[in-house]
């Protein structure tokens, strides 16, 4: 689903995951260079300070520009696992420090605008299964894969890591059609994947959402949620 609320140049991103882009490029043997060569528009904004939001056109630029240098347009599989929880800021920090897996999401419904305004969570339970959705709150095209793959990678291996498990029972839900390259990702991933679904969906047990996390600390729970709390502020949203 699309809910298209303000101008398509008013979505942007959090700039912390530009070098990340820039670093997985690199993997390919493709110099920082050659690849910013293509993306002159990035210019025009501060892509190194973790402060500076870019506008969707440009980091829609970006991945393009990413995939078709290395040639893999399943990129944003790979991408996923280097969005850390140290990578989303505050929003990491304060899902780190919660008690259980359902502070920590609960957590990212709130203040996923911190990282992004292209995208809305919610989480709710049905019967049995938890259910993260995931909506595009503007039309993100052709590069809505790379875009939803990496997001649900990345919940997949934070969450690992804040449960200490290595396996993770659940499903994927796409909107869209299955790509050409899945078949080749097939076998790396866990879980059953689904496409052509109604929703953009991760879906899990629901007892698991009350599971204690590895590294609570209600202190720095509170300090982080406080800095979110003034980020969003801070950032224009949709209404």
Same mark, same amino acid.
């Given at each position: 689903?699309?809910?298209?609320k303000? &101008?398509?140049?008013?979505?942007?991103?959090?700039?912390?995951?530009?070098?990340?882009?820039?670093?997985? @490029?690199e993997?390919?043997?493709?110099? $920082?260079?050659?690849f910013?060569? #293509?993306?002159?528009?990035?210019d025009?904004?501060?892509?190194? &300070?973790?402060?500076?939001?870019?506008p969707l056109?440009?980091?829609?630029?970006?991945?393009l520009?990413?995939?078709?240098?290395?040639?893999a347009?399943?990129?944003?599989?790979?991408? #996923?696992?280097?969005?850390?929880? *140290?990578?989303? #800021?505050?929003?990491?920090?304060?899902a780190?420090?919660?008690?259980? +897996?359902?502070?920590?999401?609960?957590?990212?419904?709130?203040? /996923?605008r911190?990282?992004?305004? +292209?995208t809305?969570?919610?989480?709710?339970?049905?019967?049995?299964?938890?259910?993260?959705?995931?909506d595009?709150?503007?039309?993100l &095209?052709? @590069?809505?894969?790379?875009? @939803?793959?990496? =997001?649900?990678?990345?919940?997949?291996?934070?969450? *690992? %890591? /804040?449960?200490?498990?290595?396996?993770?029972?659940?499903?994927?839900?796409?909107?869209?059609?299955?790509?050409?390259?899945?078949?080749?990702?097939?076998?790396?991933i866990?879980?059953?994947? /689904?496409?052509?679904?109604?929703?953009? $969906?991760?879906?899990?047990p629901? %007892?698991?959402?009350? $599971?204690? +996390?590895? =590294?609570a600390?209600?202190? /720095?729970?509170?300090?982080?949620?406080?800095?979110?709390?003034?980020?969003?502020?801070?950032?224009? *949203?949709?209404?």
């Amino acid at each position: 689903m699309t809910i298209l609320k303000m &101008n398509p140049d008013e979505y942007s991103v959090s700039a912390d995951y530009a070098p990340l882009l820039v670093s997985l @490029v690199e993997r390919y043997g493709i110099s $920082q260079q050659e690849f910013m060569s #293509g993306l002159s528009s990035l210019d025009s904004v501060d892509w190194r &300070n973790p402060a500076t939001r870019i506008p969707l056109h440009m980091y829609e630029h970006a991945i393009l520009r990413a995939m078709e240098l290395t040639k893999a347009p399943w990129l944003g599989w790979e991408f #996923g696992p280097l969005l850390n929880l *140290s990578s989303h #800021g505050f929003l990491g920090y304060a899902a780190m420090s919660s008690e259980t +897996l359902r502070d920590a999401l609960e957590l990212a419904v709130k203040f /996923l605008r911190t990282r992004g305004t +292209l995208t809305e969570l919610s989480l709710f339970v049905e019967g049995d299964t938890a259910v993260i959705q995931l909506d595009e709150m503007v039309a993100l &095209n052709d @590069v809505a894969p790379f875009m @939803v793959e990496s =997001f649900f990678s990345s919940l997949h291996f934070m969450g *690992s %890591h /804040l449960m200490g498990e290595t396996y993770l029972d659940g499903e994927l839900r796409f909107a869209f059609p299955e790509p050409a390259y899945f078949e080749k990702m097939r076998a790396m991933i866990p879980v059953t994947v /689904l496409f052509d679904c109604a929703y953009h $969906q991760m879906r899990f047990p629901a %007892h698991r959402l009350d $599971q204690k +996390l590895r =590294f609570a600390d209600p202190r /720095l729970a509170r300090m982080a949620e406080a800095q979110c709390e003034q980020e969003m502020a801070a950032i224009k *949203s949709p209404p």
